[in-house]
């Protein structure tokens, strides 16, 4: 009895002798680029050692050389702070003398504020803009200007210290960042490939975040030393600039209070004048008020007889009318009382015309009389109020100017008054104004 065979794929011999070949030569290809790989990597071991050698050389060289140019700057820094301490408190003294000269601007200011404040006093068309109120706003103005320049001194003063605090501030944080670095590198320089403190670091080569060229770097400590010896040299400037200031600005104080004090003694003769010329008008004005009431009552009686007579010349037209038959004719006598109406109908629409023309005008005059009245009152206010400024001013006039020297014979005391200044130094005392 004989076993079941499964039936199963025939190759040919032309197909088993091509496996072969196929066999054999994939085995020669392989063996090839095996050898080939095998050289390629026996070079780059022997590539990548000289390299790492040499970058390692040449990375301990460059940490050398920027050890030495950190500390130069480091030394350059400490220097520049020294000189901007220095400078912050000659910078404060004279801050304090400008603050002096501005406490002396009060005075003037409330004159010249209380004199446009008592010339607002004035009413109605007494309050005008003359010259003396252009010379008093003139003047406030002044003052408020010479206030703000020694004000914007004072600020800039105090700007330039802030600046110069700025710098010092930066040159310390710069001069802080340098001796950090200085650590950084120092310790970056003594490792070594056998130091325990190395390790593999997750993306080492990435940029950290606020990086920056070495030309930056250079410029931002360059930057810093320059714009401190900038500011330096603009605080002597200031202090210069200063002195020259207090003594144009008094110089242009006195001449604008000579010229309000004569437009306001100008401006006081005028009112004496209009209020002298308005009682005159006053006067003439009431004696035509007098007279034009006569000439209304005239008027008056007048237009009174003239509707008498037209009553009258209406009661016989009106009567004739009641004439019987052929004798309601248009006689002559008709057409005469038609012609009287028309006349006297004509005349008193004249006189009512007329008469109210007179009571207006009366009225006008009354109310005219009225306001002159009232204006008199308001000029006689104005002059009294041009008076007491004229009086208000002389406590101007015994008061030294602010750069004006006091003579020591004549020098009253004065508190001291104990300050301070951003700079830090302490136990400054200013004579009080």
Known sequence: MSVPVKPALRHSVPEWTSNNLELSSTAQHERHVSHFLRQEGRALRNQTTCQTDWDETDTNRRLSDRIWDISQ????????????????????????????????????????????????????????????????????????????????????????????????????????????????????????RKSPQISLKPNPARIPSGSCTPEEWLQFSQYNVARAEEAMHLSQQMREEIKLTLAQLQNELDKQRNATEFALRKRTHNEEQARDELEWQIRNTEREMEEMEGDIKGLDADLQAKTASLKLAHTRLENRTYRPGMDLCRDEVQHGLVYEVNQLESTIMSLKQKLAEAQNSLQRLKLHHTRMLQNLSRKQQALSLEQRSLGTRTRLAPTLPPAAPIPTTERPPVPLVPLTNSSGRRHLQLLAQ
């Open 73 to 192: 700057w480091r030394d350059a820094l400490e220097v520049c702070a020294r000189k901007v301490d220095d400078e912050m408190d000659a910078l404060t003294l004279c801050k304090e003398q400008t603050e002096q000269a501005l406490a002396a601007t009060v005075l003037p200011l409330e004159v010249g504020t209380e004199c446009l404040t008592l010339r607002e006093g004035r009413r109605g068309y007494e309050l005008v803009l003359d010259p003396a109120h252009d010379q008093l706003k003139a003047e406030v103005a002044l003052i408020e200007r010479v206030q703000q320049t020694l004000q914007q001194l004072i600020d800039k003063a105090f700007e330039h210290l802030c600046v110069l605090q700025e710098n010092r501030q930066q040159l310390t944080a710069d001069l802080q960042n340098k001796l950090d670095a200085l650590d950084i590198d120092e310790s970056c320089l003594s490792l070594t």
